[in-house]
């Protein structure tokens, strides 16, 4: 079976929350999908174990922010690679009170979606939830949606082990000798630093060294610390 073949499925990037009374989260998400016109309805893949899953399941209704290609790194990685139970998800982020009393995330967000759980499918390690839409509006006209494949291409992200795309990766082949610079892996989320790219989030311009880069440089994506990469083999 050549599971890259679902690489080549069309998937977004969204930023899904849910609570009540007082207490919500959000998380990323790629798997977002309309199934009905009228009424409209879509529907939401999230696993098990995220924090977000509880509070859909409990509060019965969902929000959607699809976001741009300008989403920055560090926002795609506070909300997809940290848990809410150990962090506050919307600190420094802009957001919304919709019309469902949910936080809906503004900030680099091209249109939002509201709904109303109707109906759950258990599929092991996610559940599919289905919602009809009960508010939905365009928060930036002129932004470009971004797409799964412009995340991995553009962005160089990754999937966490809970998103329902996520693959183990083959071991990294032995290199061939080179004079160009190592390469560093994230053990957290993945990401790689390249020296031929840098870090332009960062400021981090490209040629830098891995072990040139300033003492205090933290993973664009999740935010660990320069000990927590280890180098390409």
Known sequence: MNKSVFYKLS??????????????????ANTVFQVTSEPPTLAVSINKLNFTHEHIRESRKFAVSILSEATPMTMIGQ????????????????VRTGKTGLPIVADHAVAFIEAEVVGDMDCGTHTIFLGQVVECDIL??????????????????????????????????????????????????????????????????????????????VCPVCGAEKDMFEQEA
């Open 140 to 217: 930036d006209a002129a932004a470009e949606p971004m797409t799964y494949a412009y995340y991995h291409k553009v962005k160089g992200g990754k999937a966490p082990k809970t998103a329902p795309t996520y693959q183990k990766e083959e071991p990294p082949q032995p290199a061939a000798p080179a004079v160009k610079a190592a390469r560093y892996t994230c053990s957290i989320c993945g990401y790689i630093y390249d020296p031929e790219k840098g870090d332009p989030e960062g400021n981090i311009k490209p040629g830098i060294r891995f072990e040139d880069l300033p003492a205090d440089w």
């Open 79 to 94: 909300f997809g690679f940290k848990c809410g139970r150990d962090i506050k998800k919307f600190e420094g982020i802009s």
């Open 11 to 28: 998937y977004g990037l969204y930023v899904i929350t849910s609570g009540k009374e007082g207490k919500f989260n959000g998380q990323i």
